[in-house]
């Protein structure tokens, strides 16, 4: 995959040695510009904007969330207790399934319970009916599966043949809405509006039969709004527009938008080598630290990248794929050099892991504006082997 983002902003002249290294560093100006273009399209079209934790839950900027947002989106009982201590607002679960043992406290939590089908609204129907006994005003979604593709990679299509992600729309029956108070659906990853202009006309004509019986319609995330050539009047037409012809609320739950170009992932070149090339192991792992480089897979942008030297940037673990990708450097970079990747704030920090006991990058706030500069969390191994047994 292409990374859609990777514009330095400010971080251009961040020095790189005022941070222990590895570490997170996230400028809280540019988190806050993302929140205000947020909180504009959710102004002027009347959606209310859920924060997607999955993929940006550093809590300690919960404030500047919370200040923006209608509240946030999580995926099941850790993120949904997350979201009661340090966030403020509505609160939307959704997951593919859930416990049993943890609906009750789940349904004290939330605020919007969606489920990925009928059947699991049947089977906790009777959790809900207790839970509004004691004074839970809970709102019921089901996940539907629009059955129309925008995204091109499989791993990241929910509507792909074969998705396990909400309920196929041409499935659905009169009595699967039997108490449900809204429909949501994801099937973006990183676009712009016209792919949700094309996904709202696929489903609109499915959905028509049951929009008067439902309250609100959720979009899901994967809008990439806070991106420089998003069209946002478009959205905010479209979200006009859905919200006249259905009479429904409008909810959108974006992750990667408000974190977008806010957090760069801060390394040191620990040794280099030669094997077919120049070889830099530095301290950033990504299998460890930023999985979707291996996942998805992408090559993140570097910091300031230039020159005619080659250089294959890799990790310290054992893994043989433990390549980041090759670089241009001036020169070959020597050991205790430091180098930054663009755009880690979302999908990296939410998914590190100690695989092979390698430490967790630390975690700082940087304000551009003011130049402050707050290291706000660093690990220790304890993190490594509380995991263990
Ligand atoms: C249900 C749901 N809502 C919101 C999001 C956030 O998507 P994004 O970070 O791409 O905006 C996701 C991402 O997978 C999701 O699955």
Redesign the pocket.
Known sequence: METQAGDPGAFADFDLGRVPSPCFVVDEVKLDANLAALADVAQRSGASMYA?L??FAMWSLAPNVSRSLSGT?TSGLWEARLANEKYDGTVVT?AAAFRPHEVDELLDLSDHIIFNTPRQHDRFRTNIEAARARGRKISVGLRINPEHSEVETPRYDPAAPGSRLGTPISQLTDRDFDGVDGVHM?SL??QGVEPLQRTWEAVAPALARWTDRLRWINL????HITRADYDRATLVDLVGSIRAETHCDVHL?????IALDAGILVGEVLDVMENAGHIAIADISATCHMPDVLEAPYRPALLGESGDVQVRLGGPSCLAGDTIGTYAFERVPEVGQRFAFLDQA?YSMVKTTTFNGIGLPAIAVWNSDTDELRVVREFTDDEYQRRLS
């Open positions: 997607a999955k993929a989106c959704y994801h990853c990183e899901g995330g994967g809008h739950e974006p992750g990667e938008a979302h």
